[in-house]
């Protein structure tokens, strides 16, 4: 059986923070990324999250988030993230996007949009454009 990440071998190794506080949403998405040979820590709690990044910003080499979680959304995360090493590409998963959020993120350093509902293909796809950019 042919190994799916040499379909794109820059997905290899790539180290991302997901976080989405539907625990099986946050699964679903993790076990996709992971067939692409990324390398996913899945946290479903953005306080917990911020803890786990805060401990070691440079273990990750993405972030990527939901924006409507509880007690800190996906907003409020990104802008701790992005405090703690501006360099790091965050993509937030949205179901909408108006022009006030989308200069709000813009504002706070972060990289793009995804809007859902969004399959493994769209969350890749994005995730390719935005490290290509990157590097």
Not at 45 to 60: C, R
Not at 103 to 111: N, S
């Amino acid at each position: 059986m042919a190994n799916k990440n040499q379909e794109d071998p820059s997905f290899e190794g790539l180290r991302i923070l997901l976080i989405d506080d539907e625990e099986l949403s946050a699964r679903l998405t993790k076990e996709g990324l992971e067939r692409f040979g990324m390398i996913v820590t899945e946290v479903c709690d953005a306080s917990k999250a911020l803890e786990i990044y805060t401990k070691g910003p440079h273990n990750f080499d993405m972030v990527i988030t939901d924006k409507n979680m509880p007690y800190m959304n996906g907003i409020e995360l990104s802008a701790e993230i992005l405090k703690l090493r501006e360099d790091i590409p965050v993509i937030i998963i949205t179901g909408f996007l108006d022009i006030q959020t989308e200069a709000q993120l813009k504002a706070i350093g972060v990289t793009d949009t995804i809007l859902k509902p969004a399959n493994i293909k769209n969350i890749c796809d994005k995730i390719k454009e935005v490290w290509s950019a990157k590097h």
